[in-house]
């Protein structure tokens, strides 16, 4: 029995799954929503820019500001 149950909560479960990925496929985001106003593409070198350089340089930030805290407290203890 308990087999069952759990086959059917599969089924359940896969089935919904799909159809939540079937909703939000992308051709249902062909037509335009009231008040849709896509602004211009961004260009190759602003995409890297704001994906790729901008988490780095902001990692890098961070890093060098944990590093400058744990090396003083380093001067601190010795």
């Not at 086959?7 to 051709?27: D, E, F, I, K, N």
């Not at 335009?32 to 961004?42: C, F, S, V």
């Not at 260009?43 to 500001?65: D, E, K, R, W």
Request: hydrophobic fraction near 45%.
């Amino acid at each position: 029995m308990s087999n069952k149950k759990n086959a059917l909560r599969a089924g359940t479960v896969t089935a919904g799954t799909a159809l939540m990925l079937l909703m939000s496929s992308p051709a249902f985001a062909l037509t335009r929503d009231d008040g849709d106003d896509p602004g211009p593409g961004l260009s190759v070198i602003q995409t890297l820019g704001l994906y790729v350089v901008t988490p780095i340089v902001l990692f890098l930030v961070i890093a060098g500001l944990v590093m400058m805290t744990d090396k003083s407290r380093k001067k601190a203890k010795g």
